[in-house]
C-alpha cells in the first residue's frame, strides 16, 4: 500500500492548482494534482504538452473509467467509493494508482483488506494558487 502524507514515512507531495499560472509556481518533476470538472481538460493538456505527471481528484466509478484514458499518475478518490473503483481499476489493469483521502490511519487495515492501492493524508497536498 503506498501511504502519502504520513509525518514517518518519505513521500511525493502533490500540488493541487486550479490554472496554468498556478503550474508555473510548482517545482520542476513535481506531480500536479486537479479536481475532476468540466474545466480541467485545459490543465490536462497543458501538462501533457510539458511532460508533467498529475493527478486527479475524483467523485464516481464514472469520472475514473473517464480520467484513466486522461493518463492520470493517481487516481483520488473518497473511502466510500474506494472499493468500486478499485474493483474496476484491477478489472480494466489501470496505470492508474487509487489513493483514499483519510484523515488518520484508523482505515488502513480495511483498505488494505479491499486492495486498495494507496491512501493519501491532507499533510501530502500543497494547495498552489
Request: hydrophobic share 45%; charged share 20%.
Amino acid at each position: 500500500m503506498l501511504i502519502f502524507g504520513h509525518p514517518r514515512i518519505e513521500h511525493e507531495k502533490l500540488y493541487h492548482v486550479n490554472s496554468i499560472e498556478a503550474i508555473k509556481h510548482t517545482p520542476s518533476n513535481s506531480v500536479l494534482l486537479f479536481d475532476y470538472n468540466n474545466e480541467v481538460f485545459e490543465l490536462i493538456s497543458h501538462a501533457k504538452e510539458n511532460a508533467l505527471a498529475f493527478a486527479l481528484n475524483i467523485s464516481c466509478l464514472k469520472d475514473a473509467l473517464f480520467c484513466e484514458n486522461l493518463d492520470a499518475k493517481y487516481l483520488l478518490c473518497s473511502y466510500q467509493n474506494a472499493s468500486n473503483v478499485q474493483k474496476a481499476a484491477d478489472t480494466y489493469l489501470f496505470d492508474a494508482k487509487i489513493l483514499v483521502h483519510v484523515e488518520n490511519e484508523d482505515s488502513m487495515e480495511d483498505l488494505a483488506q479491499h486492495g486498495i492501492d494507496g491512501i493519501i493524508f491532507a499533510e501530502a497536498i500543497i494547495k498552489v494558487s
